[in-house]
């Protein structure tokens, strides 16, 4: 971290105990629940890399109908069932994970665009720019979670990708507090001021010590984000705002065998299945991280 | 005299995975007469605190103890907890008064909850009660000190109300575990007074856990200083401080201020206390003594009658 | 006290006006004509004109802006474009069913949250904490829509014990109706001795309540967990044990009075997660409240629905944190004075 970048010899002042990476991987090993998260975290990253080869008919996955295969219960040949299509629910289900995963990363990423630099900025430099930052965060956190993405998707057209901008404009303010609060800590660190002091320009500084030192809790906050917009995305979908038939999506699918709970139970029970373990799986991980900035769920 | 308080050979370990990880106490033996007050002195982490804490039977998770402790005649079982004796027998007051309350109750429903667990009163007697020891204890408007938060009164008055908390059930035994370090000096002095005086009233045994000298020969019948848990010194307050026969004793003596002459370089004994006390086979103090001969690092010195009523646990005692 | 909630009272103006600011912009992107919704596709284009200029689309956007503000300050918030009805009225009609699967879920959520939070931290690290520690991820992990269903599927497929959807059976009108006092159903016919149609508003409620809870639930419950881990820390849990108080006591009534009010923080932001979850609860279950008509307005792009619902969830979730805090404020005695 130190002379591969090219770090003059003050880097010396900053205080790295250990690379962020480092000490995720050392919280999340001794934490068996933690670990089952990473199990399934990895799953649906290789259903979300490799699904067409591991779908048994991966072009039913994508939603092409076969009339005459409609509602079949599970069993051998189809192991989840087929739905009202008569698709391969389990083809479906597992061509789902990447857009589910493609969403979320794309919207925390987003999020991170928006929101990392105008906390950065507004902790860093404070007073008037500072204020008018917190003021609009303030405003758009009064909106009740989800609603303002509701909102915003209603007016620009359900679809997946329009899902996506409106959860990031409803979650960048989250972004921009936490970086906020972290370089309003380390402004007054004695290796900033050091910085500061030898006439290190403000955009220099932010990037180099601002937000290196912030990138745990960040990479923690982005982790259990991803989960919390999968599920998110998945509400949307299933209100009808997010993803339109015939993509694979799980919030989707569990709307479309919904009429049919009492009879074809396996439409929807897979697919939301599938949705509740994914979103299990990063929250189980991002529950463990927690530790790392919040010391006070370390007893246990 | 009869004995209220009879620790003997007291041993603690702290266990880690079954395993013997650390032994803060290390063979401990004390007697506290009827009305009588004992001082236990000593630095950080000599184990005076764990003592009291042991007598109470409230080691914490992990700690295994040995020996005996016979309390007002009952031998204690260290298997079972006695917290029907905690309260009622013998009672804590600790340190930092500010915290030792709960802050979202009033100090007369907490005090409440003490009588009615070991007395069963109603809640009106229970208020006589109550504020009878409060006007005891010296509080001037023991009305308003009951219906009082902890945050609306200063610390010394907390004190004096731990203190009216500790009495409520009459019991035989007080720990005070350095009951007046968070005060002021007058405040202090003040609470050093209260505690004579009740006992001359009432007529229970204190420990008295403190690391101050001053405050021991102000109010303590007798003394016990701790080094590296166990009793290096002990005997009655006045032949211990006029004639201390442990070179940590003296050492401890020396250390005050009062002690040293104008314009001298403060004394300090050197070195720490040892971080671990599981590996000692000799005297634990032999590394900071001045004193120390080879015999020192090979034999552990036991506790061994001077003159009646005063022990000493040093292999020189006597000759230096 | 009351400078406290003068000043509370002025910011959640302020936020307010400026979500109403926000929601009027995002209003007016709308690509499509409101108009036309209005209208109705097969509109001739001069009866167009009528309505454009009937909802005051042909002027100025700073006008339209003073319109729009005047309308909510005055009441006047517009006729929903789908029924043609003022949505006032419309959310009028749907506000108690919401507000008492609402307030019964959150009831629930707070009551077993905290209950399994103390136990979770008795003893840190076993089998029970973990268990409970398990159960609280996957609340807040669970897609409602999905949980609501398995309930239905198990509850009124399997067993046949609960009604699948609904507020009340509809006999209940005819057999046994429900005298209003307060406009809210459920209270009502509790109020007024009415035990048929009680019993009948409690079997519905029961299933969408348990959906919505599963969020809230898990949140309170870690909150308690580490709030009561913090406390057990304290010196005066020690000075409980060193005067032989009962455990039960101890952690029951001394250290959970500590731990409630750092739980009542997250209470607020729970209350907000169940707001929107009702929105697709109430598909579910078939509530007639205000999530489900906000779904379909949504869906519609009804924009003047869409502005009332907004507007009044912003200020419900003001009013659920204001009365976090105040019942922060009781619990402390602390914060009493300042």
């Known amino acids: 971290m130190t002379s591969a970048s090219g770090v003059p010899p003050l880097a010396a002042f900053v205080p790295l105990g250990e690379r962020p990476f480092t000490r995720i991987r050392r919280v999340l090993a001794r934490d068996p629940m933690a670990m089952v998260g990473v199990a399934i975290v990895v799953l649906v990253l290789v259903l979300a890399l490799f699904g067409q080869w591991i779908a048994p008919y991966p072009e039913q996955g994508l939603g092409s109908p076969r009339p ?163 599920l998110a995305a998945g509400a949307l979908a299933f209100i009808g705002l997010g993803a339109q038939p015939p993509e694979p999506d799980w919030g989707l699918m569990v709307a479309e065998g919904r009429g049919l709970i009492f009879t074809q139970w396996w439409i929807s029970t897979f697919p939301g299945l599938a949705l509740f373990v994914t979103v299990l799986g990063f929250n189980l991980i991002g529950d463990s991280l927690r530790d790392i900035f919040d010391p006070r769920s370390v007893k246990r | 005299m009869s004995e209220l308080l009879v620790v ?224 290096v010194e002990s005997g009655p307050t006045a032949e211990v401080l ?48 001045r004193y120390a001969i080879a015999a020192c690092r090979e034999i552990d010195p036991l506790l061994e009658e001077l003159s009646a009523g005063h022990g000493v646990a040093c292999i020189r005692a006597g000759e230096i | 006290m009351t400078l406290f909630l003068l000043k509370r009272v002025g910011t959640s103006a302020i936020v307010l006006f400026s979500l109403s600011v926000i929601v009027f912009l995002l209003t007016r992107l709308i690509p499509s004509n409101p108009a036309v919704i209005y209208a109705g596709p097969k509109a001739r284009p001069e009866e167009l004109a009528r309505v454009t200029a009937e909802l005051g689309l042909d002027q100025p956007l700073y006008l339209q802006f003073f319109r729009y503000l005047g309308g909510l300050v005055t009441g006047d918030w517009g006729n929903s474009l789908a029924t043609k009805r003022p949505v006032l009225d419309e959310l009028a009609l749907r506000t108690p069913a919401t507000l008492e699967l609402l307030a019964v879920a959150m009831l629930f959520a707070l009551v077993v949250g905290v209950i399994l939070g103390v136990i979770a931290a008795r003893r840190p690290g076993r089998i029970l904490d973990m268990v409970i520690r398990f159960l609280s991820i996957g609340g807040v992990s669970m897609p409602a829509f999905w949980l609501g269903l398995l309930l239905q599927v198990f509850f009124v497929g399997a067993l046949g014990i609960l009604p699948a959807t609904g507020q009340f059976s509809t006999e209940i009108k005819y057999l046994s109706p429900i005298t209003s006092v307060t406009g809210f159903p459920l209270l009502d016919s509790l109020l007024t001795g009415n035990w048929v149609a009680y019993s009948d508003g409690l079997a519905h409620v029961i299933l969408p309540a348990l959906t919505l809870a599963a969020y809230p639930l898990g949140l309170i419950a870690r909150m308690t967990r580490a709030s009561m881990l913090d406390v057990a820390e304290q010196d005066f849990v020690f000075t409980a044990r060193a005067y032989g108080l009962r455990e039960g006591l101890i952690r029951w009534k001394l250290a959970l009075r500590n731990a409630l009010p750092p739980t009542m923080t997250i209470v607020g932001l729970a209350a907000a997660y169940t707001l929107t979850g009702t929105f697709y609860v109430e598909i579910v279950f078939n509530w007639p409240g205000i999530g489900q008509f906000a779904a379909g307005a949504m869906l519609a792009v009804d924009y003047p629905a869409i502005v009332a619902i907004t507007m009044l969830s912003a200020a419900g979730y003001l009013v659920a944190n204001l009365v976090v805090d105040i019942v922060q404020a009781r619990l402390d005695p602390r914060a009493r004075l300042s």
């Open chain 1, 68 to 230: 005459s295969l409609r509602g079949l219960a599970p069993g051998a040949e189809y192991l989840f069932g087929t739905d009202q299509l008569g698709r391969d629910v389990l083809s479906r289900i597992i061509m789902g994970a990447r857009p589910a995963l493609l969403i979320s990363v794309f919207v925390v990423l987003l999020a991170m665009v928006i929101g990392i630099p105008l906390g950065a900025i507004a902790g860093y430099r404070g007073g008037w720019v500072d204020q008018v930052l917190m003021r609009v965060t303030e405003v758009f956190q009064s909106f009740p979670p989800l609603l303002l993405a509701m909102v915003t998707v209603a007016i620009l057209g359900p679809s997946l990708v329009n899902a996506g901008i409106a959860l990031a404009v409803s979650w960048w303010p989250w972004y921009a507090r936490l970086v906020r609060a972290e370089a309003q800590s380390l402004r007054g660190r004695p290796f900033v001021e050091a910085a500061r002091a030898i006439g290190v320009p403000t955009w220099r500084i932010i990037p180099r010590h601002i937000l290196r030192n912030s990138l745990t809790p960040i990479l923690v906050q982005a982790t259990v984000d991803i989960g919390s917009v999968v």
């Open chain 2, 8 to 231: 003997d050979d007291l041993t603690v370990t702290f266990l880690e995975r079954g395993k013997p990880k650390n032994r803060p106490l290390r063979g401990i033996s004390l007697t506290i007469g009827e009305g009588e007050i004992l001082g236990v002195v000593g630095e950080t982490g000599c184990g005076k605190t764990l003592t009291g804490l042991a007598v109470l039977g409230l080691l914490p998770q992990g700690a295994q103890p040995n020996g005996r402790i016979v309390l007002d005649g009952v031998e204690q079982d260290f298997t079972k907890p006695s917290a029907d004796t905690r309260g009622r027998i013998v009672s804590l007051v600790f340190q930092n008064p500010g915290t030792a309350f709960n802050p979202v109750f009033t100090i007369g429903a907490q005090m409440r909850d003490v009588i009615r667990r070991h007395r069963g009163l109603r809640r009106g007697e229970a208020r006589e009660h109550i504020l009878h020891y409060l006007a005891e204890v010296g509080l001037p408007d023991p009305d308003r000190v009951y219906r009082s938060f902890p945050h609306e009164l200063s610390g010394g008055m907390l004190q004096r109300a731990m203190i009216a908390m500790a009495l409520l059930c009459e019991p035989r035994l007080l720990v005070l575990d350095e009951p007046t370090t968070a005060l002021d000096v007058t405040i202090a002095k003040q609470i050093l007074q209260l505690i004579r005086r009740l006992r001359d009233q009432f007529g229970f045994g204190v420990l008295f856990i403190t690391h101050n000298l001053g405050v021991v020969n102000e109010l303590c019948d007798r003394l016990a200083v701790l080094y590296a848990g166990r009793v």
């Open chain 2, 242 to 289: 006029q004639d201390p026969q442990h070179p940590y004793t003296r050492g401890l003596l020396n250390a005050l201020p009062s002690r040293q002459t104008p314009g001298s370089p403060l004394e300090a004994i050197p070195g720490a206390v040892p971080g671990n006390l599981l590996a000692v086979t000799a005297c634990a103090f032999a590394d900071r003594c």
